[in-house]
């Protein structure tokens, strides 16, 4: 069976496979996703997902191919911000593209496939026993509600009726 993530740093042809394969079944069931869920037209939530796909495979790689330790996401948003960004080339076709792509239609694959990863390691997660599940539940709630309440004091402030 092929490994989807490679774990060493280093840069090989078998690693950069590994995740254009990822990102390719993650970008299509995203468009799926996105097509049936949003009514977004297919060519362009794929050629959004490509755009995103694409920015996320430099920044992998660059976070693995350069010698400073910065992680891949920082070089993800800095290539994504500055191919949108007001004023540059890109930025018009960028944003019309990824605009397509609704974040809930990413995050849901996103979430399946962290699940898929958990599932991996189901025995590890029971040998914490049931204090983690206690304490696993208070952080989720705990950060719904913190998120909930810094929303509610922001939209206050901004003049939104509560």
């Known amino acids: 069976m092929v490994e989807l993530i490679d774990e060493p740093v280093d840069v090989s042809t078998h690693g950069v ?28 939530s794929f050629i959004g997902m490509g755009i995103l796909a694409l920015i996320t495979l430099i920044g992998v790689w660059l976070e693995r191919k350069l010698p400073l ?7 993800i948003s800095v290539i994504g911000i500055f191919i949108a960004f007001p004023g ?3 930025s018009e076709t960028v944003l019309y593209y990824v605009s397509k792509v609704e974040l809930l239609s990413i995050v849901t694959v996103f979430l399946a496939y962290v ?8 025995d590890e997660f029971k040998a914490l026993g049931w204090r983690a599940i206690i304490v696993t539940m208070l ?17 206050v402030m901004t003049g939104v009726p509560a």
């Open 139 to 155: 952080v989720i709630a705990s950060t719904y509600f913190g998120s909930a309440i810094v929303a509610h004091i922001v939209l």
């Open 115 to 122: 699940g898929i990863g958990m599932g991996k390691s189901w």
């Open 88 to 90: 540059v080339p890109t």
């Open 17 to 44: 496979f590994n995740w254009i394969l990822l990102l390719t079944i993650f970008s299509v069931i995203t468009v799926i996703g996105n097509f049936i869920g949003y009514g977004h037209p297919l060519a362009d």
């Open 69 to 75: 330790d910065i992680s891949s996401i920082i070089y």
